[in-house]
């Protein structure tokens, strides 16, 4: 039994027809790629007991995203960079007398080793070691663990009846059973303890197409197809729908987002200037942002580095091209996560003649769709019988 056919079956009690589904909009706050949301960090601190029926959280090998009901009625949505270094021994912005301003951080224990993850977690570390893990079997580390964490800290929520989080496509057989293992009952990563009812764990790009559906006038038709791509980080997915009906063999997904460019860059750099480069958070970050990257003095521009760093996104396009065909019959391909800018005309090239839609802060976009599911089907699960 395939991934995605594991992924269909998992999902189809969450959404059985779409008339419910549209039942169940949620009003959503934008958010940015670029930084946290700051209203959203922290919102209920200071409280001692804070229970949500759904908290949704796409923990990226780039960033971790969440989002989740908040007590007025709104979605709220929060993100910090997937960086997990272990926590300083030692921490001087305290001593500043308010001249150093104290970092937006929290020491998470995991095994009984603390871990700093929050929106103000350094970028920067020497030889490259930041704490951020690009592996198949990320989703199995303390680092994973850390961020999922923090996250639910910085939300301040102690108890949460269903926690909905995604896995890319390729991995949905290989670790779906181990997440839920891991994160269903109670647990206590050093600011007391935190009840988890319920893990769900669906793909990621499900959630940006539940999304986009979902504000779209009159929904989605069940015979509607499209085409689902989220860039992430470390990995790319497409699933391609009919309706929510997902198709397996012109669905999949591959090693190859964000980090394959900016390392890339890292190593055209490296050639440039004889010198070797690892800060790669930092050329990401000058990548998003469309500033200059800083190197021994220099303000160095990207785009020509952009430009010769094509062929790492032509290869993962062609992959996929060779996967989905011409997609003739596609309304349109969504495109998600947070490399999807940078995807996007190597897409557009390779399929001309197809609509392309770029969701709306696309780093938010997984998390934003997954606690729709997610409450769409606490609802179906409660409804009189």
Known sequence: MSEIHLARVAISSLISDFAFFARMKSEIIPGFCREPD??????????????????????????????????????????????????????????????????????????????EVGPDVSLTAAYGKTG????????????????LFGAIHFAGVTHIERLVLGLPVHNMKKFSAALKERFVGEHDFGFGPVMIDKVNVIPQPLGSLVLATSARNGGVGRNDAHLVVDVGYFTTDWVYANGFTMDDKLSGGMPGGASQISQRIARLIADDEGEEVDSIELIDKALREHTPFFFYGKDIPLANYLKRAEPVITGVVKEMQTSVGRLPNVRSIILSGGGAALYAPAIREAFPRVVIELIDSPCLANARGFLIIGEAGLARERRPA
């Open 132 to 147: 951020r893990a690009l592996a198949e079997d990320y989703v199995l580390t303390n680092n994973y663990a850390a961020l």
């Open 38 to 115: 700051p209203p959203c960090l922290n919102l209920y601190e200071g409280h001692t007991h804070m229970k949500t029926p759904v908290f949704a959280i796409d923990v990226g090998y780039g960033n971790t995203k969440y989002a989740y009901r908040a007590a007025s009625g709104t979605v709220a949505t929060g993100m910090f960079p997937s960086l997990a270094p272990l926590a300083a021994s030692r921490v001087l912005s305290g001593y500043g007398e308010g001249v150093l301003k104290s970092r937006k951080v929290a020491t998470v224990t995991i095994d009984q080793i603390e871990y």
